[in-house]
């Protein structure tokens, strides 16, 4: 089955405790994307990936690293998580520049 | 960054209603999309758009690319509850895989 996947679905961890979120596809795409949603600000484009080793800021990097070491994967790492990062991310991946499929979402909480 | 408003923020409408939400911008894009998300998934692409003027169909949904490129309408008719989430325009302006998205429209249809 296609799909986009992501562990963990749901984390409750500290300040400053470094945590990484994965992200997965088994389609092949050449392109992959982070987004947090925050309620009333919609969804917000992290970092975004065109190809392995290509990797581009979105609107809201700060805080936040990537990798692309390989086609399918494409992990978000937080060095060092603050409350402010509390939020809902999405990983999507694309084959295309436009058409994007979602995975199912990890929701962070830091405390 | 870019802001996309959306409008209106939420709707609850009767089963059977037609929809009509819009997305503007304060600057152009050369590709509108419309994202249908249900609770607790990731958004669903359900239409995109590629040139000014553009009018697309999927199924009961109709959306429209703005002359000005600054805007895009999403129609859903004889809407059923099935219908019920919440939706989001996104625009990208260039060919690569940076996208910004609306806050969002709830949509709720009461049987």
């Known amino acids: 089955e296609a799909q986009v996947t992501q562990n963990p679905r749901y984390l409750i961890t500290v300040t400053g405790k470094k945590l990484t979120v994965t992200c997965s596809q088994n389609?092949?795409?050449?392109?992959m994307s982070w987004y947090r949603q925050d309620p009333g600000l919609g969804l917000r484009q992290i970092y975004y990936s065109m190809n392995v080793e290509v990797t581009d800021k979105g609107d809201v990097p700060e805080g936040y690293k990537v990798s692309r070491k390989e086609k399918r994967n494409f992990p978000l790492i937080l060095e060092s998580p603050s409350p402010n990062q509390t939020s809902l991310y999405f990983c999507?991946?694309?084959?295309?520049?436009?058409?994007?499929?979602f995975g199912p979402g990890t929701r962070l909480t830091v405390t | 960054g870019q802001q996309l408003n959306q409008s209106p923020q939420s709707m609850f409408i009767q089963e059977g209603e037609d929809v009509s939400m819009n997305c503007t911008s304060s600057s152009i894009f050369n590709t509108w999309l419309w994202y249908k998300q249900d609770p607790g998934e990731g958004p669903v692409l359900l239409i995109a758009?590629?040139?000014?003027?553009e009018l697309t169909s999927n199924g009961r949904l109709t959306a429209q690319f703005g002359i000005t490129r600054k805007d895009s309408f999403l129609n859903i008719s004889a809407s059923i509850p099935s219908d019920v989430g919440i939706y989001f325009c996104?625009?990208?302006?260039?060919?690569?895989?940076?996208?910004?998205f609306g806050t969002g429209t709830s949509l709720t249809v009461i049987p």
């Open positions: 999507a991946s694309s084959p295309t520049s436009y058409e994007q499929y």
């Open positions: 389609m092949n795409h050449e392109y």
């Open positions: 996104a625009g990208q302006r260039n060919t690569g895989n940076q996208f910004y």
């Open positions: 758009l590629y040139k000014a003027g």
